[in-house]
């Protein structure tokens, strides 16, 4: 089984910077995606292939991948983007998912 | 733009089948280059990946370890859907039940887009 780590909150006031970091074995190694998730809302994914938005993301979505840490950071951050972020990475033929963390803007 | 249409139960007995049908449209459950997965999100357990099925000149399965001896899942080309099963249910299998589509090449795969999700409770 292959884990990933997330911080469970993260707080940013808005129009700075939020980052969110995922930790895995190696997991530079492999590709991480992003899902952002709103109250009572499915997933929606942000970021794939460690650093590509699907059309329809806003710019100030970005992602990074290297070592053992993929990191989302969001820049100018607006009162839209909080929600659940969860990262995602595949091992040995199965998908893992992080265990989320609660982006504030406050 | 690809959507996924969800349908099923609420609520199952204990030891019975979890049974849930995903309706594609703007894609091809055949398409080559893709794969239709199902995926669970509970409190307890996150977000879980459970499977997927896909046609490369015939229909694969990969299905997650944790629930290998209980799952299957499977397409009908003719109504372009695919479908979960889930045998043997427990409480532990309360969950919100996503499908999705799984496009990338190689090792890049990615989930786009989800279902609605359905909230399915196992309970007597």
């Known amino acids: 089984s292959y884990e990933l780590t997330q911080p469970p909150s993260v707080s940013v006031s808005p129009g700075q910077t939020a980052s969110i970091t995922c930790s895995g074995d190696?997991?530079?190694?492999?590709?991480a995606c992003w899902y952002q998730q709103k109250p009572g809302q499915s997933p929606v994914l942000v970021i794939y292939?460690?650093?590509k938005r699907p059309s329809g993301i806003p710019e100030r979505f970005s992602g990074s991948n290297s070592g053992n840490t993929a990191t989302l950071t969001i820049a100018g951050t607006q009162a839209m983007d909080e929600a659940d972020y969860y990262c995602q990475a595949w091992d040995s033929r199965t998908a893992f998912f992080g265990g989320g963390t609660k982006l504030t803007v406050l | 733009q690809v959507q996924l249409q969800q349908s099923g139960p609420g609520l199952v007995k204990p030891s019975q089948t979890l049974s849930l049908t995903c309706a594609i449209s703007g894609d091809s459950v055949s398409s080559n280059g893709v794969a239709w997965d199902w995926i669970r999100q509970s409190p307890s357990r996150g977000l879980e990946w459970l499977g997927k099925t896909f046609y490369r000149s015939k229909w694969y399965n990969d299905y997650a370890p944790s629930v290998r001896s209980r799952i299957n899942i499977n397409a009908d080309t003719s109504k372009n859907q695919f479908f979960l099963q889930l045998n043997s249910v427990t409480p532990e299998d309360t969950a919100v039940y996503y499908c999705s589509r799984v496009q990338g090449s190689g090792w890049s795969n990615w989930f786009d887009p989800w279902g609605q999700g359905i909230l399915v409770t196992v309970s007597s």
């Open positions: 292939q460690n650093n």
């Open positions: 190696k997991l530079g190694d492999k590709f």
